[in-house]
T-cell receptor
Framework: GENVEQHPSTLSVQEGDSAVIKCTYS??????FPWYKQELGKGPQLIID?????GEKKDQRIAVTLNKTAKHFSLHITETQPEDSAVYFC???????????FGTGTRLQVTL | GAVVSQHPSRVICKSGTSVKIECRSL??????MFWYRQFPKQSLMLMAT?????????EQGVEKDKFLINHASLTLSTLTVTSAHPEDSSFYIC???????????FGPGTRLTVT
């Protein structure tokens, strides 16, 4: 089955700096890669996703890049703000009828 | 984005009793709903997948007779934890997905504490 690895497990950045979180996946058939943000005591929130037919997608301060050959994808957050502090999960799936396989999560802390 | 609600947000029950958690998709029809369990500082663990009108598919190691899942309509799925024990205490989260769609939207979660 699919295996998704996520690094780093914790990340501390100063406000205004950029943050990068990386994930690798094992199943070459995976074609959908979402990123979720989870605040303490809440459910995960879909913040951005990418499909295998594109290499990069941006939405304001966040972007996701995908390298299908290397089987890895990354989340980039620019101009970080204290409200970006949360746990971020990457995930992968092989299609609209399949389940998501999650990474282990990255705890991002943005300090003033 | 699509909205998914869960009820209750928190529940405390005594050991041996059953607890029902509801998951609703508020502004879309969810042909598939998923139930997850999350332990503190850990990732989401998929418990089961349910398609509207069909029996749920449980992940390996999840007791289907203990965690009863019903998905009787396109907007509602329920998880019933039967004969709850303290080890069932956890954060339970549902998610929902439309037909032929990749995106999966999560509810706010339910904190279950069994005393």
């Amino acid at each position: 089955g699919e295996n998704v690895e996520q690094h780093p497990s914790t990340l501390s950045v100063q406000e205004g700096d950029s943050a990068v979180i990386k994930c690798t996946y094992s199943d070459s058939a995976s074609n959908y890669f979402p990123w979720y943000k989870q605040e303490l005591g809440k459910g995960p929130q879909l913040i951005i996703d990418i499909r295998s037919n594109v290499g990069e997608k941006k939405d304001q301060r966040i972007a996701v890049t995908l390298n299908k050959t290397a089987k890895h994808f990354s989340l980039h957050i620019t101009e970080t703000q204290p409200e970006d502090s949360a746990v971020y999960f990457c995930a992968a799936s092989t299609g609209t009828a399949s389940k998501l396989t999650f990474g282990t999560g990255t705890r991002l802390q943005v300090t003033l | 984005g699509a909205v998914v609600s869960q009820h209750p947000s928190r529940v405390i029950c005594k050991s041996g009793t059953s607890v029902k958690i509801e998951c609703r998709s508020l502004d879309f029809q969810a042909t598939t709903m998923f139930w997850y369990r999350q332990f503190p500082k850990q990732s989401l663990m998929l418990m089961a997948t349910s398609n509207e009108g069909s029996k749920a598919t449980y992940e390996q190691g999840v007791e289907k007779d203990k965690f009863l899942i019903n998905h009787a309509s396109l907007t509602l799925s329920t998880l019933t934890v039967t004969s709850a024990h303290p080890e069932d205490s956890s954060f339970y989260i549902c998610s929902a997905r439309q037909a032929s769609s990749y995106e999966q939207y999560f509810g706010p979660g339910t904190r279950l504490t069994v005393t």
